[in-house]
């Protein structure tokens, strides 16, 4: 085989690899409900700046006036 064929195959190779990873990491099929839109009137609590994502906290009450407190992945 030619040299640009086996660069060709070693950086196609690398590409996919590095895909596979990253839809495997923001995967969110078993998380959401996506076709479910949910608004609240909150207070934020936290705000924590990690990698790789960064997660808010926010406090509510809910419909029955129970606290509620949620962790949101951003």
Known sequence: MTRKVVTFFVLATGLLAICGTALAHHGEAGSYDNTVRIT????VSEIVWVNPHA????????????NEHWGIEM
């Open 55 to 66: 997660q808010l906290y926010i406090d509510f009450k809910n419909d029955r006036g129970e």
């Open 40 to 43: 609240v009137k909150a207070t």
